[in-house]
């Protein structure tokens, strides 16, 4: 009886199949950490610059996901005057 697994073409397709699960993996991976880092950058400056902020403000800073968004954020932070002004926009 044949067994499916034991084909080379079966493991090749396997092989193709994990590598790019792992790659997808990892690059979810790094977004999840940019995404952190951009977070925790912003509230940190954030707060040497405006004092601590608000729950919901930081709530907010929390759920926002989109690096790009992140990114601009960071820029607003240097654009702003407190933390009332940063979250006007």
Do not use: H, Y
């Not at 092989?15 to 509230?43: C, M, N, S, Y």
């Not at 989109?66 to 940063?86: A, G, H, V």
């Amino acid at each position: 009886m044949f067994d499916v697994r034991e084909s080379g073409t079966f493991q090749e397709i396997l092989e193709v199949g994990l590598a790019e699960g792992q790659a997808k993996g990892f690059a979810e991976g790094q977004a999840r950490a940019e995404r952190q880092t951009l977070r925790d950058t912003i509230l940190r400056i954030g707060t040497r610059r405006f004092g601590t902020p608000s729950p919901e403000t930081t709530e907010r800073v929390v759920g926002i996901n989109d690096i790009p968004q992140l990114n601009r954020l960071l820029d607003r932070l240097f654009e702003t005057e407190s933390w009332d002004e940063f979250c006007q926009k």
